[in-house]
């Protein structure tokens, strides 16, 4: 637990460097470190028997993202793509040397750099809890504010692919937050989206 301890404080530190802002119970808050605590207190409540290694990766998920940003790629698909790949292999590399100095193996740090970089999505359970993490997350705190800044159908169609990146237990446990009426609204739309042959 000391190591797990020191290396959550270690991602933590990194990420309270962040210039982003939020604003929780009328305070400001670096962004990325909301979003690694929220990530770790979702995993406790979807997955309470966690790896070491699944809780260490959901913590570290967007580790100092801000230092890649969405706009220095293309603005298209191919961009997005190219843009998740490489965050996901500077997250594992970030990541890894928090862990290495916190006495962690080589084993251990390339199964936590694995889970960083979504590999083996579907077949690998820890990878699909982390991204069934990650999903809850963005509908219980940030899908509200994503709604309010597009059209509604894309918000349905975005919607539509998360759910489909999601796992059963994922799914089932989307539909038991609390979430905001619009976003319920939009959640049983892209549903009946992603159940249409």
Request: aromatic letters at 6%.
């Amino acid at each position: 637990m000391d190591r797990l301890n020191a290396a959550s404080d270690g991602i933590d530190a990194a990420n309270s460097k962040d210039p982003n802002r939020v604003r929780v119970d009328g305070a400001e808050h670096p962004a990325e470190l909301i979003y690694g605590q929220r990530m770790s207190t979702m995993l406790a409540r979807l997955y309470p028997d966690a790896s070491e290694a699944l809780r260490l990766a959901v913590r570290a998920q967007h580790i100092r993202r801000w230092e890649v940003p969405r706009n220095s790629y293309p603005m298209d698909r191919p961009g997005y793509l190219r843009w998740r790949k490489d965050l996901g292999r500077k997250h594992a590399e970030w990541a890894g040397e928090i862990l290495a100095n916190c006495g962690y193996s080589a084993e251990e740090i390339a199964r936590v750099g694995s889970l960083l970089r979504k590999e083996n999505l579907r077949k690998d359970a820890e990878t699909q809890a982390l991204e069934d993490t990650a999903a809850l997350v963005f509908l219980a705190y940030y899908a509200e504010d994503f709604a309010a800044k597009h059209e509604p159908e894309k918000v349905v169609t975005i919607l539509a692919k998360t759910l489909a990146k999601m796992s059963e237990h994922g799914k089932r446990s989307a539909v038991a937050l609390d979430l905001p009426p619009a976003i319920v609204g939009a959640l049983e739309a892209a549903a009946a989206q992603a159940a249409t042959p």
